[in-house]
């Protein structure tokens, strides 16, 4: 059985991803539950100036984020756009 998650589980990913360091901003959050798994895309914004390695580490630390608070079996897309 396939569905979205609640509103309210979808506000509380999109709070603890603004709380990651380094995010600005974090938009087009689509979830879904399948069985017992979850699923998470989001896309996540942080400085246009910042290096490649830098925004490897944030996009790292926002799937790590998520995980750890739904599971390691999460499946977890992270999206990185620049902000300007």
Do not use: W
């Amino acid at each position: 059985m396939e569905a979205s998650l609640s509103p309210e589980v979808n506000k509380e990913i999109e709070s603890l991803i603004m709380r990651c360091d380094k995010v600005l901003n974090c938009h087009s959050l689509k979830t879904r539950k399948i069985g017992n798994q979850k699923a998470i895309e989001v896309h996540i914004m942080v400085d246009e100036d910042m290096k490649m390695k830098d925004v490897d580490v944030v996009q790292e630390s926002v799937e790590q984020c998520l995980k750890e608070k739904y599971g390691s079996g999460t499946h977890v897309i992270v999206k990185v756009e620049p902000f300007k």
